[in-house]
């Protein structure tokens, strides 16, 4: 917890203005300083502990590290402005980023229920940006660097209250873990790699397997390798046992399930590669089911999380309006659209109006337990809520579609019907996304199947709805939609 001070303190050309955090190589403080014309800029001031600041091989290892850093320019890094000394002090000046670290995010989100499947994967994406770009620089003579953060964890991962991620402590880290002797230094034991517990040589991999373990934690809520001591949490670290992540979480699929298991391999041979290539299978594997998050997301996220907590802590207090920002909790869902189209008149007439064609589609979504969110003249977006994980409500809309598509066609016409898995971001307060939800997400994309379907009378779904379902399936071919990106198109055979 942050404390102000209580009067700001001069520390060479800053001024100190509130501890952040206090750990076992630094005090972190957010600071003030001041340019020409009253110029101010607001940052963190990291102060390297007295006892390792004296010590000359630490402190050799530590302005190496920092310069390296300090050269690190990517979005997704915390940059380093300065490497100093005042006094006897050792110290960076870094960007401040405006929010929360993810440890105390997921702390604060828990009383919400699960982390978000699509914005823990967002965050993981833009954390292995960072590595990508870190792990493949090179001197100035075009030699790699071999960088290695050696300290991926909930704490290094920024979140701004803008939706930005950003790693922080690349490079001040791996002096910390070179200097291990120091007692006084204490690494985040249970988010280590087996390589680095069992102090081998450490590459990229390294950092991959210290993401995957958070990442892990982020999905199913527990702890993977923390022991109730260092010597018992090294060993589990040791011996990479990962138990399967799904049966605490049903919304994890085999695929993400094995993408966490590979990033997880003991052996550092069946890891990926590096980072460009954990990066490239997560895209796919956010693509293909679904698991969409922005930036704009996360930051909506935060803000719940916190609204909630400061809630929580201050029941008194009046309810923030949907108007005052409340974006609503990111809910996986199932969407159903669909429509009836009369046959032309030289077939045939229709057996039932649309009214009694309305009447006998109400029975069967009651039936199967969906919500109809919209309703007009022959045409329906319906909705089921997927708690309990997309392999068994997808099961269902394809049941109730294909259940609506027989009888339609009792009554003499034709059914339209796209569906669409996804997720969206569900207000307390009135049940439904914010505005404009009618036209993204999920929804937009299960009425332009319904439109395509019209074309061939047949129930269209996404590749991720395809593959929660063991009725066959027919790929019907794949829509660009961005760069090199694509949706593939099913329909149930």
């Known amino acids: 917890m942050s404390t102000p001070l209580p009067t700001p303190e001069a520390f060479g050309p800053y001024q100190l203005l509130e501890k952040i955090a206090t750990g076992g190589m630094a005090e972190v403080f957010r600071a003030r300083s001041h340019g020409a014309m009253g110029f101010e800029k607001i940052l963190v001031v990291k102060r390297i502990l007295d006892q390792l600041a004296k010590d000359e091989e630490f402190r050799e290892l530590f302005k190496n590290e920092a310069r390296i850093a300090a050269e690190l320019s990517h979005v997704n890094i915390v940059q380093v402005f300065e490497l100093g000394q005042h006094e006897e002090h050792l110290y960076i000046a870094m960007e401040y980023v405006h929010g929360l670290d993810l440890a105390r995010l997921a702390a604060r989100a828990r009383p919400l229920g699960d982390f978000p499947v699509n914005l823990a994967l967002f965050i993981t994406g833009e954390v292995l940006k960072a590595l990508a770009y870190a792990h493949s620089q090179t ?18 991962v920024l979140i701004s209250f803008s939706g930005e991620v950003k790693l922080t402590d690349f490079g001040i880290s791996r002096a910390a873990v070179q200097k291990a002797e120091q007692s006084v230094i204490r690494g ?38 923390k022991a109730a001591n260092r010597d018992e949490t090294l060993a589990r670290v040791r011996r990479a046992e990962v138990p399967s992540p799904r049966p605490y979480r049903k919304e994890i699929s085999e695929e993400l399930e094995g993408f966490l298991l590979k990033t997880l391999s ?57 108007s005052g920002g409340r974006q609503g ?7 159903l659209a669909i429509e009836a189209s009369p ?9 039932h109006s649309i009214p009694a064609l309305t009447q006998e589609w109400m029975a069967v979504i009651e039936e199967c337990q969906g919500e109809v969110w919209e309703r007009g003249e022959g045409s329906m977006l319906v909705v089921w809520p997927a708690a309990a994980g997309f392999k068994e409500t997808v099961a269902r809309c394809v049941r109730a579609a294909s259940q609506l598509q027989r009888v339609t066609g009792q009554a003499g016409y034709r059914l339209s019907a796209g569906i669409a898995p996804g997720v969206a971001r569900i207000r307390p307060d009135s ?50 939609i961005q760069g090199n990106r694509y949706i593939n198109l099913h329909e149930v055979a």
């Open 139 to 156: 001197d100035s003579e075009g030699r790699p660097l071999h960088l290695v953060h050696c300290d991926i964890s909930p704490q290094n």
């Open 188 to 225: 985040k034991y249970s988010y280590m790699s087996p390589e680095q517990a069992e102090s081998r040589a450490l590459d990229g991999r390294s950092d991959l397997f210290s993401l995957g373990t958070m990442l892990y934690e982020l999905l199913t809520g527990r702890r993977l390798f």
């Open 266 to 322: 003991r052996h550092q041979g069946d890891r990926f590669r590096d980072a460009y290539e954990m990066l490239e299978a997560l895209s796919k594997l956010i693509l293909s089911e679904g698991h969409r998050g922005t930036n704009s997301d996360v930051a909506a996220y935060l803000r719940e999380v916190i609204e909630a907590a400061n809630a929580a802590a201050n029941p008194a207090a009046p309810p923030r309006s949907a």
């Open 329 to 335: 909790v990111p809910t996986p869902l199932v969407a």
């Open 343 to 351: 046959p032309p008149r030289s077939i045939a007439s229709p057996r």
């Open 431 to 480: 049940g439904r996304p914010g505005d404009g939800w009618e036209l993204s997400g999920p929804f937009y994309l299960a009425r332009w199947m319904m439109n395509l379907s019209a074309h061939r009378g047949r129930i269209l779904l996404t590749e991720v709805g395809a593959k929660q379902i063991e009725q066959p399936t027919v790929m019907l071919g794949r829509i660009p």
